[in-house]
């Protein structure tokens, strides 16, 4: 039996909905502004990941942009946090149905302790995939920190795959 992943809009705070043009005119701008705004995503009943952001645009054509910060964390059987992660801005394709996360990027991994820190990263939902073309630095809690050039992976970093590896040095443990 297949059911339709379930999309749900909580906390809204403030919304604006923007006024059409005359006819003859075009407009390009967003057509729903949204302060303080949580978005959960579950599939058959159980929560599979929360965005939370201070402002958010949407867009005729279904992008979304997120503005004044994002917080997004992802849930393993709809109860534990398996990784989180938080950016400056974020914006989201429609057509492409691809998130893209910008500005001091960090994600952690709670079930395999590691961070990821990088300036750029796409998430596709679709295939459960994170990536960047960015360099970026993973740190695992034993203190060893890998950095590249490139980098794929598993949304939950079970797999991945990193261009021009450098290294694994020691340092402090995660707090």
């Not at 910060?69 to 990784?83: C, K, M, N, R």
């Amino acid at each position: 039996m297949y059911t339709k992943p379930f999309l749900l809009l909580t906390s809204l705070a403030a919304t604006t909905i923007f006024a059409w043009p005359q006819s003859g005119h075009s407009y390009n701008g967003p057509i729903l502004a949204s302060t303080r705004l949580e978005t959960v995503y579950s599939e058959h009943g159980k929560i599979k990941w929360r965005l939370v952001t201070q402002q958010s645009l949407q867009y005729e054509n279904g992008d979304k942009e997120f503005l004044e910060g994002i917080y997004i964390e992802f849930l393993e059987d709809g109860t534990d946090i398996s990784w989180a992660g938080s950016a400056q801005e974020g914006h989201f394709s429609a057509e492409k149905n691809l998130y893209m996360f910008t500005g001091n990027v960090e994600l952690k991994n709670f079930t395999e302790p590691k961070k990821l820190n990088t300036e750029t990263l796409y998430w596709d939902p679709e295939k459960k995939e994170i990536y960047t073309d960015t360099a970026f630095k993973v740190e695992a809690e034993d203190g060893k920190i890998l950095t590249g050039q490139s980098f794929t992976a598993q949304q939950d970093f079970s797999h991945y795959h990193i261009v021009k590896p450098q290294g694994s040095l020691p340092s402090k443990p995660i707090k």
